[in-house]
Structure formats: structure tokens, C-alpha cells
């Protein structure tokens, strides 16, 4: 059996953010992490291979090639995924439809019987490649995944959703985005590290793809700073509160 | 000129209220663009949801009722979705950015050959065209986004409209016939396990008591007997849903629910900004945390330097008192 998951890199989500010049996107020295979520997707293959065995893993990341090669290494294969994929694009211009049609050739191409994707990516906070992969590939997909077992040809999932917890038993090949209560990312051991010197990491080019058409559905045309929210007041006391909420701010 | 297609959502036999944000958010495409909007209604058992919608300004209300819509499902739901767009001539199709439409819209983005705007807040016009704005960055920056598709798809954050008042009028009811069935293969539904409450709704609500890891097991304690004497819902921190503390369906966040209440109380939260990212559009905040130096009083207009367990139930006393 074969999983492909996710490794993407964000910017730090604590950092200040400067927008660039022509205002359609970050610059400055950002300093970036893996994307939450896809250390969460990663996990799980990592336990769904430890549990099953016989489960190989791979990772796919999508970016500028030097930096995003790194995060493979350092974020997927030091951890214990068993090799990677590198495909180099322009992050500022693919858009999440872009993103799926890519992970749909590189899908069709390792025909893995898993494919477990971050459900959001912290920068763009789209929330749609894992959807829009699912439909591109005609595969069945289960979101927002806090529980993930495989069993019988099934892989049967705990959802996070509106109102509670689902569950939804979906047959393989599928796609599954991951949560963040779906586990407990691993640090990467130092040996890991070392070994992760050695495993293969494929590079492709976007060409390579033969996407027909590379260009993104979607683009940023202005980016701003939102009105930021001005501190108020402290109170002195349980009484002065009540007294302010409803003289003031008449909400009492 | 527009024709938008706007994706009902419903509970127990009702329209939910984030519907009629999202009608808002078609009015408002509209008065940029021009054009019309039709609504859509999918389930089991829906006529009545269908009614209760038709004076709202739509063209027609569509109703795919089948048993296989049953539970929202992405991929049949899709389907039904993008063969009622393309009969309908929508050039926009567009639900809420709930946990469904987080989930569905994607997949009637690639039946339509659509690009697809997350979690819209706004409609602008630039020199590009009308655009969406939306959050990016936990709410950090704002990106207006323009979609480059003869059809576009978006998810609008219900908070960020107020709800369509109804119109009157009597828009006409349309039975369509629902082929779910090819896409739902090979996806089955297991259960769901419900959080039951008789308090509002979180996102509905026009008073959120939240609480953070800094109430512990005492939690319920804490948050019920505040939310209950205002009329209020309860949220959560992450870290309080992580530690057990509360259920998922609590969490108010970047990965949680973005609400926009009258009045929100963040009470032993230390406001980090993906906590921030679902609750710093709020019309009044109050926090309540031991520490002064917790970012939480940045965004808050009324900060109390207190310990919770003292704090809020004597809050809640006095309250009472004056109510009395
Ligand atoms: C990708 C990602 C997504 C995330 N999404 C979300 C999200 O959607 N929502 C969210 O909330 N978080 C989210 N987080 C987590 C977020 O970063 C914070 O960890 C979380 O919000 C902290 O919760 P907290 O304030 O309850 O806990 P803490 O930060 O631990 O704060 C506890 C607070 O309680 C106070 N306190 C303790 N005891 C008392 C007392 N007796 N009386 C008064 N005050 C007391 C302390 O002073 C402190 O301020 C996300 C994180 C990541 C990485």
C-alpha cells in the first residue's frame, strides 16, 4: 500500500508580516515553518505505517525549489517518510486549483491508495486542495479528520464538523485531510535527520506535468492590513464592569 | 449582469440562519453587478425548508429532494450542486463557509471548471473587475482576490453579513430531479455524535462566553450559569477543546468558528491570534484573565485583571442582583 501526504512550507504565523510593494503579496525576511496542518497529515501516515506495515510513504511538497526541498527533507523524511517528491513553482501564483491539479498528476502517475493533505494551509487559509483533488481524481474524500483507522480496503473517519463529531467509512483509493487533534506530531529524531540526508527526493518541473494550462483560477489583487482593534480599559472591579457594560456599552 | 446560485443550508425541517447571510452576500454581488439570484435546497424531506424561503427575493427555489441527500455529503452534494448551477445558467454558486460548505464547494468548483474564493467577507470593486475580499494570514491581511473563471464559486463567512431581511413576494418553488447516486459510491455514513444544547446556536448567537485552558475541569462551571443568564452560547479556546476540557463544535478560531457577537467574554484566554482570527470582530469584548500581560486585553474594551473563579461567579451574582 502507498500513502502520499503533504509538506508545505508557511511563514511563521507569529511573525509581522510586511506587504510587498506592488501590494499583492509578503516580502521581507520571512521566516518560515511547516504548515500545521501537513505536520499532522504527515503523522498520520507515519502511525497508519507503523501500525499496518508494509506501507510506504511519500511526500510531496510544491514551491521554490531550494527552500521547499529543505522542508521535505527536514519536516517529512527526517521524521520517517520514506522518500520525497519536489515539484518547483512560484508559491505566490499557484492557487489551490493549481496545487490539486498538480498533486492529481503526481497521483496519477505513484497511484497511491491514500493521499493525506493538511486541511488548510496557514498562509492562504483556503481550505480547498484536499476537496478539489478528490473531485479532480474522482476519488471519495473525508475533511477534516481528527480519527483516522484502515480497515478492509476502508479507511474510516472521525470528522471535526458543525455540531459534533461525524464519522464516514470511505473505500481506497480516497482522500483525507487532516485536523489538528488528530494527533501529536513527532520531532524529527537526530538519526532521522541523518538519514534523511540519503533518501530519494525526486525534483520535477512543472512542465514535466503536462498541466495543459499552469495558470491559476484565482489571484490576489490588493493585499491589505486590516484596522487593527484598539485596546480598551481596565476595569477595577467586578462592580465597575457591570456598571460599564451597562451604562456604556449598553449590552447589560 | 450576475445570476447567482445560493446553496440553502437547514436543521430539523428550517432554514439556518447563515443562509440568509449568505443571501446578503448575493444582494450585495448584485447592487455591484446586477443580475438575479435563485436559491437551492438539497435533502430529505425538505418542502417545508423550500417554503419558508420563497420570500426572499429569489428568481425561483429550487428543491432536489432525494434519500441519498440525506446527510451532506461532498461528493453526491457536488454533483446535485454543479447539474442544478448549469440549469440554472449561475455564473456564481455560492454557500456559507461552514463545515458543509468548507467541504462541498471545492468539488462544484472543479465540476464547473470554477475558481473558488474561501470564506469571502466583502464584495469590492477594483480596476480588475469585482472582487472578494477575504482573510488571510489568521486574519492578519486582507487579500481581495479576483476569480478569472466564467464561473466562480464562494464561500462567504456568514459573520461578516447581517442577515437578509424577507422581502415578501412569492418566489416560485422548482422540483428538480436529483441523480446523486454515481457520486455516492463508495462513501458510507457512519454516525454522528451530536453536542445537545437548548442554547443558541455559536455562530447565531448575540452573546459568546468563551472560556480557555485556564478553567480547567471547572469549565462547565464556570461558562454555563454566565451563558445561560444572558441568553448566550458557550465557545472554547483550542487548548480548552484539546485538553478535554470542552467539545470540538466549541472551538472559535482560525480553525474553528468565526463568530461576531454583541458581546463576547474571553475568560481565562490568552488571546492568541488564531484564537483571535474567530472572535476580534465582535461588537464588545471583555476579557477576564489573572494575568495583565496576555495580549487577550489588546483587543478587549473591557479587561478585568482577575482570577476566574472569583471573578465570573461573582459576576453572575451581580447581574442577577440588578436584574432583580
Ligand atoms: C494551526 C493552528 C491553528 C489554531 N487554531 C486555533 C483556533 O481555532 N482557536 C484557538 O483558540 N486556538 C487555536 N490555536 C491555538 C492557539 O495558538 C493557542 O494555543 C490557544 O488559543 C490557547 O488557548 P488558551 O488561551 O485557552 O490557553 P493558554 O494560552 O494556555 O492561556 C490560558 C490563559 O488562562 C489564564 N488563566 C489561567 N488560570 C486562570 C484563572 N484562574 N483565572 C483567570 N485566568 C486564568 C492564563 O493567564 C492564560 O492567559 C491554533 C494553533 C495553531 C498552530
Redesign the interface.
Known amino acids: 500500500m502507498k500513502i502520499l501526504v503533504s509538506a508545505k512550507r508557511v511563514s511563521d504565523p507569529n511573525a509581522k508580516l510586511a506587504i510587498s510593494s506592488d501590494g499583492t503579496w509578503i516580502e521581507g525576511d520571512v521566516e518560515y515553518v511547516m504548515n500545521y496542518f501537513c505536520e499532522n497529515a504527515i503523522e498520520c501516515a507515519l502511525q497508519l505505517a507503523e501500525e499496518h506495515g508494509d506501507i510506504e510513504t511519500v511526500a510531496l511538497g510544491i514551491g521554490e525549489s531550494d527552500e521547499t526541498a529543505r522542508f521535505i527533507r527536514q519536516g517529512a523524511l527526517a521524521r520517517g517518510i520514506d522518500r520525497g517528491i519536489l515539484v518547483s513553482a512560484d508559491e505566490q501564483t499557484t492557487d489551490s486549483d493549481l496545487i490539486a491539479r498538480i498533486y492529481a498528476r503526481v497521483a496519477e502517475r505513484e497511484a497511491p491508495d491514500l493521499i493525506l493533505i493538511g486541511k488548510q494551509a496557514v498562509d492562504g487559509d483556503s481550505n480547498q486542495v484536499g476537496q478539489l483533488l478528490a473531485e479532480y481524481l474522482g476519488w471519495p474524500q473525508a475533511t477534516f479528520a481528527s480519527k483516522v483507522e484502515l480497515k478492509d480496503g476502508e479507511v474510516v473517519v472521525t470528522r471535526e464538523v458543525d455540531g459534533g463529531l461525524e464519522t464516514l467509512a470511505v473505500t481506497l483509493p480516497a482522500v483525507v485531510t487532516a485536523d489538528l487533534r488528530l494527533n501529536e506530531p513527532r520531532f524529527a529524531p537526530l538519526a532521522g535527520i541523518m538519514k534523511a540526508k540519503k533518501k530519494p527526493l525526486d525534483e520535477l518541473e512543472l512542465d514535466d506535468l503536462e498541466l495543459g494550462d499552469a495558470k491559476p483560477k484565482v489571484r490576489i489583487v490588493k493585499m491589505s492590513t486590516p484596522e487593527g482593534r484598539k485596546a480598551g480599559v481596565l476595569v477595577k472591579d467586578v462592580d465597575d464592569l457591570v456598571a460599564r457594560l451597562r451604562a456604556e456599552a449598553r449590552v447589560l | 449582469m450576475t445570476k447567482i446560485l445560493v446553496i440553502a443550508e437547514h436543521e430539523k425541517g428550517a432554514p439556518k440562519k447563515l443562509t440568509l447571510n449568505t443571501l446578503e452576500f448575493a444582494r450585495q454581488v448584485v447592487a455591484h453587478a446586477g443580475g438575479s439570484y435563485d436559491l437551492a435546497v438539497l435533502g430529505s424531506g425538505v418542502g417545508g425548508v423550500a417554503q419558508a424561503l420563497t420570500g426572499y427575493g429569489a428568481d425561483a427555489v429550487y428543491v432536489a429532494d432525494h434519500p441519498d441527500l440525506a446527510h451532506v ?3 453526491p452534494y ?1 454533483k446535485v450542486i454543479a447539474d442544478l448551477a448549469q440549469r440554472a445558467g449561475a455564473d456564481l454558486v455560492c454557500m456559507s463557509a ?3 460548505g ?6 462544484v ?3 464547473l471548471q ?6 469571502v467577507v466583502g464584495v469590492v470593486q ?3 473587475g469585482l ?1 472578494y475580499r ?16 466564467p464561473v466562480q464559486v464562494v464561500s462567504v463567512r456568514a459573520s461578516a453579513f447581517d442577515a437578509l431581511a424577507a422581502t415578501g413576494g412569492a418566489s416560485p418553488l422548482v422540483e428538480v430531479a436529483a441523480d446523486p447516486q454515481a457520486a455516492s ?11 445537545v444544547s437548548s442554547r443558541p446556536d455559536l ?1 447565531e448567537a448575540s ?1 459568546v462566553v468563551a472560556g480557555g485552558r485556564g478553567l480547567k475541569d471547572r469549565f462547565n462551571q464556570i461558562t454555563e450559569p454566565l451563558a445561560d443568564l444572558l441568553g448566550g452560547a458557550i465557545g472554547a479556546s ?1 487548548a480548552a ?2 485538553d478535554g476540557y470542552a ?3 466549541y472551538q472559535v478560531g ?2 474553528g ?1 468565526v463568530v461576531a457577537p ?2 463576547y467574554f474571553a475568560i481565562a484566554i490568552s488571546g492568541a ?2 484564537h483571535l482570527a474567530g472572535m ?1 470582530n465582535s ?4 476579557a477576564i484573565n489573572k494575568n ?1 500581560d496576555e495580549p487577550i ?10 482570577d476566574a473563579f472569583v ?1 465570573v461567579p ?2 453572575v451574582g ?2 442577577k442582583a ?1 436584574r432583580a
Not at chain 2, 134 to 149: F, K, Y
Open positions: 455529503l461532498a461528493g457536488a461552514s463545515s458543509a468548507k467541504d462541498v464547494l471545492p468539488r468548483a472543479v465540476r470554477a475558481g473558488m474564493a474561501s470564506d477594483t480596476a480588475q472582487a477575504r482573510p488571510m494570514w489568521a486574519g492578519n491581511l486582507t487579500g481581495d482576490v479576483v476569480v478569472e473563471t459510491a463508495r462513501v458510507r455514513y457512519v454516525g454522528f455524535e451530536g453536542v455562530a452573546v483550542r477543546v484539546d467539545p470540538n463544535d482560525q480553525t468558528k454583541q458581546l491570534v488564531q476580534k461588537k464588545v469584548i471583555v495583565a486585553f489588546k483587543v478587549a474594551d473591557y479587561g478585568l485583571v482577575a471573578a461573582e459576576l451581580k447581574i440588578l
